[in-house]
């Protein structure tokens, strides 16, 4: 079943991902692209289902065998969120499901449609009844209904920090178990050896692709002195350049802003970075095209420091800071100075700097000469401190959440 | 409008949710319970 869902799912990707495209702004290449992603997931989950396995160990005790395997948990509510409407629905419900489990699934009210059509195809798959539910609804009435049902074995939600905090309290008081993706403050270190051309591509597609709308976007990027001026100077260039426009325009780079709120809140952290003292080196302003749209000119700020808010709350629009660092120990320190630890990047020419970075970087996810954001299907997504809690999504790490252990004993 | 899907059947709510284009939003793609 998982598999001929992914089969549909990549038969349809073009339609899915021109919906993607038209409900939440992503590019059409990024839309498509999406789609597919969310295809291959269940691809793999359905051969994940067939490699479930567990171990037979041998006791302290004469006579005795022990057996440890893998169940799964019940009933898993998902909670989703509305900048990967299909990608993400797909890394929740495919491994729930491919492990065993009863699935009620709620997707961002804001943009439902593409979750409303991957609910269709999987209407059509032959599950029995009550297997797999959607339920469309806003989060403080239908997602809270949800987190507080006593019959929910567990939750797993995606989107910000202060709901994440608010379902925790809430799963934790009845012992649910749970696990939070939440926001990020992306560091990507640009050191002075680094490719400058590299960099620069590596910066913008991180900062501004996908309309800055990633948990994962490269928000900070810190840059040491001796390229500072020179990476500076390109990535204003490179940024002012960017073409932004209708989702679906074939020359569109940059789609729209996926609503009047969020548009609303990148205005603000403009605002609150002028105000800090930051310099706006490009964009940040509204933009009209021919059509009535939230377009948003990607914004560059300059000589940031660490501790303004612009570098320490996440703005989740194309909106990046740039921190200078004396060298690459600043660098470092700076990147793991704050409350968040989802991704993290590095643009450097060095064996030596790149392996310490990978080491020592507080995050789950580290990308070395490759964007903060974009990461494959098959192998754990998740961070650490403020951004995420609970075990790992997406590839084989995926079975720890869905999947609850049991030892059993036996004498014969 | 497109609908819940629970426990194997398609549910009309009494609301229903617009969904609006961001690139052009005189476009409304569908109503979601």
Known sequence: ?412 | MKSNYIAGEWVNSLRATPNINPSDTSDVIDEYT
């Open chain 1, 1 to 412: 079943m998982l598999d001929a869902i992914g089969t549909e799912i990549l038969a349809r990707k073009t339609e899915l991902g021109n919906l993607l495209a038209r409900e939440e702004g992503k590019t059409l290449p990024e839309g498509i692209g999406e789609a597919g992603r969310a295809g291959q997931i269940f691809k793999f989950f359905a051969g994940e289902a067939l490699r479930v396995g567990g171990e037979i160990i041998g006791s302290v005790r004469p006579g005795i065998g022990v057996e440890v395997t893998r169940e799964p948990l019940g009933v898993v509510a998902m909670i989703a969120p509305w900048n990967f409407p299909i990608a993400i629905p797909a890394w929740k419900i495919a491994p729930a499901l491919a492990f065993g489990n009863c699935v009620v699934f709620k997707p961002a009210d804001l943009v439902p449609g593409c979750s409303w059509a991957l609910a269709e195809i999987i209407s059509r798959a032959g599950l029995p009844a009550g297997v797999f539910n959607l339920l469309i609804g806003r989060g403080s009435v239908a997602g809270q209904a949800m987190v507080d049902h006593e019959e929910v074995d567990a939750i797993s939600f995606t989107g910000s920090v202060a709901t994440g905090k608010n379902i925790g309290a809430s799963a934790l008081k009845r012992m649910a178990k749970m696990q939070l993706e939440m926001g990020g403050k992306n560091p990507l270190v640009v050191l002075d050896d680094a490719n400058l051309e590299q960099a620069v591509e590596v910066a913008v597609q991180g900062s501004f692709y996908s309309t800055g709308q990633r948990c994962t976007a490269s928000s900070r990027i810190i840059v040491t002195a001796g390229i500072h001026d020179a990476f500076v100077q390109r990535l204003t260039e490179r940024t002012r350049n960017l073409v932004v426009g209708d989702a679906r325009d074939a020359k569109t780079q940059i789609g729209p802003v996926v609503d009047v709120k969020q548009l609303e809140q990148n205005e603000r952290y403009i605002a609150i970075g002028k105000s800090e003292g930051a310099t706006l080196a490009c964009g940040g302003e509204r933009l009209k095209r021919e059509k009535e749209g939230f377009y948003f000119s990607p914004a560059l700020f300059t000589n940031c420091d660490n501790n303004m808010r612009i570098c320490r709350e996440e703005i989740f629009g194309p909106v990046a800071s740039v921190v200078r660092a004396k060298d690459y120990d600043e660098a470092l320190m700076l990147a793991n100075d704050t409350e968040f630890g989802l991704s993290a990047g590095i643009c450097t020419t060095s064996l030596k700097y790149a392996t310490h970075f990978k080491r020592h970087i507080q995050a789950g996810m580290v990308m070395v000469n490759v964007p903060t954001a974009g990461v494959d299907y098959h192998v754990p997504f998740g961070g650490r401190k403020g951004s995420s809690y609970g075990p790992r999504e997406q590839g084989r790490y995926a079975a720890e959440f869905y999947t609850t252990v049991k030892t059993a004993y036996t004498l014969a």
